[in-house]
DNA sequence: TTTTGAGTTGTTCGA
DNA sequence: GTCGAACAACTCAAA
């Protein structure tokens, strides 16, 4: 009997349940939906193109990664291999499942079996005594904590036959422009997260805020296209500072799980009516890195480079966008998810809701970060920013977070004044409140 | 059913 | 420069 392993955001071939559920004699397909590659930039394609040349390598070169519509693919290759079940890790984002539910129909006969999942503990699977969901993180995260998870499952590329594939595979070449990424694929998620947890993690509780440091794991590329597995970090930590990051990462599943539209809209309705600007240009200088505001621009100059922004700057820049440009979020969310290595959809848009005050959790309405502030906290120095914005390079120390009161520099005055934009939102913000 | 305590990440102002 | 208080009220979770 053959089986078909279609990996999608699963690809390594340790501690993965499907290989085990999966016949001995398997075909490893990979299906590159326009879904998927077409809203993405060049670091986001590259790091998926160089995981898979690297899970290919681990499957004696018997990859098969075909261009498509899962739902036509799927089945197709299913039947020409004659297989009687096609395996995967099961997907709980809005479109993945119902593709999958689709790619189940469309295999008739053939089974469709879902093992396993991205995370610890499956959405859905977490929720109050009484059946209903959480919608705030710390009680979320006890009763996560309670509920437990399995170990590792004890799997590697060899406990099947991976047969030959029938067609020609193709994994595209990196497209152009690509920046500078971190090693892809499972032995570079593996030796980056030993070295972190050697290394950093003692110290990830104060360094984790400083993006002049290397404070943070850098696992959120790995843990996106599943090139490791999160039972495999938490098998190695204990409850703190960055474990709870994890357990954010399963907390946005399960309420992405349970409120799939909250991809698209605001979580809380209420935000349906709070006035919005529509300032193309602003939006545009946003993307760019070109405000006027050191930190807001190297962060979103950084995304540009790297395919990455540091967290806490990332809830600079997001901050900025929203209270600052009075901008919708989803556009903010839109181009992160374009840029990002590590970019996932509930993580991603419901941070970006928790930013707009929209989402889980709902900040208090009068957090709105000050970019100069929050600059000479987390960057001191301004290593940061010169690192980022060239143009700042010769301004030392953190006066470089000031730079409208040094004369000559070939850098934007601030596109808006921050008091001024700050007591616009307020104002907003409490409208929307009566 | 009612009550109580708590809720990721901040800023500003005045002492 | 540092420190504490004010900034509001509301929803959620659990007793």
Redesign the pocket.
């Known amino acids: 009997m053959t089986s078909v392993v279609w990996f999608r955001r699963d690809l390594r071939t340790r501690d993965h349940p499907a290989l085990l559920a999966a016949d001995k004699d398997a075909l490893a397909l990979f299906v590159l939906d326009k879904r998927l590659t077409e809203p993405s930039g060049a670091a986001r394609l590259a790091f998926l193109y160089r995981c898979l040349r690297d899970l290919n390598e681990q499957l004696d070169d018997r990859l098969l990664v075909v261009s498509g519509d899962p739902v036509e693919v799927v089945p197709r290759i299913a039947k020409q291999v004659d297989a009687t079940s096609v395996h995967v890790s099961a997907d709980y984002a809005p479109y993945g499942h119902t593709r999958d539910q689709q790619v189940e129909a469309a295999l008739g006969d053939i089974d469709f079996v879902r093992s396993g999942s991205p995370y610890a503990v499956a959405p859905g699977r977490v929720t109050?005594?009484d059946g209903t969901p959480?919608?705030?993180?710390?009680?979320f995260s006890?009763?996560w904590a309670d509920h437990g998870w399995r170990g590792p499952a004890d799997t590697d590329a060899s406990i099947l036959d991976w047969i030959e594939p029938p067609g020609r595979s193709r994994i595209p070449q990196d497209p152009p422009g690509v920046p500078e990424l971190p090693d892809a694929g499972e032995a570079a998620a593996l030796g980056a997260w030993e070295k972190f947890r050697d290394e950093r993690v003692e110290d990830y509780p104060e360094n984790r805020?400083r993006p002049d440091r290397p404070g943070t794991s850098w696992m959120s590329p790995y843990l996106r296209w599943g090139c490791v597995h999160p039972r495999t970090l938490l098998d190695d930590l204990t409850p703190g500072p960055y474990r709870n990051?994890l357990v954010?990462r399963e907390f946005y599943a399960d309420v992405l799980w349970h409120k799939p539209d909250s991809a698209r809209r605001n979580l809380d309705r209420r935000f349906d009516k709070i006035e919005l600007d529509d300032d193309r240009d602003a939006f545009d200088a946003w993307c760019q890195g070109v405000t006027g505001f050191p930190i807001v621009d190297a962060g979103m100059r950084q995304l540009l480079e790297l395919g990455w922004m540091h967290?806490?700057v990332r809830?600079i820049v997001a901050s900025f966008l929203v209270k600052d440009l009075h901008l919708p979020w989803w556009w903010g969310a839109r181009h992160f998810m374009k840029h990002l290595v590590d970019g996932d959809l509930a993580s991603n848009q419901h941070?970006w809701q928790?930013a707009a005050g929209s989402g889980t959790?709902a900040?208090?309405?009068?957090?709105?970060?000050?970019p100069t502030?929050?600059g000479e906290?987390f960057d001191p120095n301004g290593d940061y920013v010169r690192r980022f914005v060239p143009e700042l390079r010769g301004v030392t120390g953190k006066r470089v977070h000031k730079p409208w009161e040094i004369d000559g520099l070939d850098y934007p005055e601030p596109i808006v004044d921050h008091?001024h934009e700050?007591e616009v939102a307020l104002a907003r913000y409490a409208a929307v409140?009566n």
């Not at 959480?134 to 009680?139: A, D, E, G, L, S």
Request: net charge positive; charged share 30%.
């Open positions: 109050k005594p959480y919608k705030v993180f710390t009680p006890r009763a805020n990051e954010w967290n806490r809830m941070n928790w959790d900040a208090p309405y009068f957090r709105v970060f000050n502030t929050q906290k008091a700050r409140k």
